[in-house]
Antibody
């Protein structure tokens, strides 16, 4: 059974870059059957897809965040990472990493999630 | 504003059935497929309960069922149990991945 675990600083200053890593166990991010995803949830609010990466390195981002987001993968460590630049208080959220099964390169859902990590943007 | 509209709350008594709707507001209805549903009890990560409109992942009780008609997808929970109390989110790919605003299910 695949498990995902987010890690990274819980506090980031405004205008700085938020950096998180997701470590995957029980499965390989090099599998062509999945996209590896970041999703966030501001406190008391709903879910927002940030983007995902395929093992080949192809990335797809939410257009509303596209200019500030970078998702990369390190297959040797079985990890993928998120960088979000120029953060503001509006980026305060629980950040989840998740796995997205792909059938013929078509993602249809997010079937496994990490427990999430709260990142607060504050000076 | 979310492209997927859900009611803020629904409620039901144990043993009853409830239905949560998810309506696409975008004019791009043809893209409204790949609907999935997620259950999120307070303080926990979301859990996939329905994908591809009607399919249940292994381990999800058959009390949970999904359907779609036109621009509205629905999640029905039959035989309500107290542990079903949670937030429920729909999701779909409409030019980008989007989630509904979430529906709080209260089991009275």
């Amino acid at each position: 059974q695949v498990q995902l675990q987010e890690s990274g600083p819980g506090l980031v200053k405004p205008s700085q870059t938020l950096s998180l890593t997701c470590t995957v166990s029980g499965g390989s991010i090099s599998s062509g059957d999945f996209f590896w995803t970041w999703i966030r949830q501001p406190p008391g609010k709903g879910l927002e897809w940030i983007g995902y990466i395929y093992y080949s390195g192809s990335t797809y981002y939410n257009p509303s965040l596209n200019s500030r987001v970078t998702i990369t993968a390190d297959t040797s460590k079985n990890q993928f990472s998120l960088k979000l630049s120029s953060v503001t208080a509006a980026d305060t959220a629980v950040y989840y990493c998740a796995r997205a099964p792909a059938v013929r390169f078509l993602v249809k859902s997010f079937d496994s999630w990490g427990q999430g990590t709260l990142v607060t943007v504050s000076s | 504003q979310s492209a997927l509209t859900q009611p803020p709350s629904v409620s039901g008594s144990p043993g009853q059935s409830v239905t949560i709707s998810c309506t696409v507001t975008s004019s791009d209805i043809n893209s409204y497929n790949r609907v999935s549903w997620y259950q999120q009890p307070p303080g926990t990560a979301p859990k996939l309960i329905i994908y591809d409109v009607t399919y249940r992942p292994s381990g999800v009780p058959d009390r949970f069922s999904g359907s779609k008609s036109g621009n509205t997808a629905s999640l029905t929970i039959s035989g309500l149990q107290t542990e079903d109390e949670a937030y429920y989110y729909c999701s779909s790919y409409i030019n980008s991945w989007v989630f509904g605003g979430g529906t709080k299910l209260t089991v009275l």
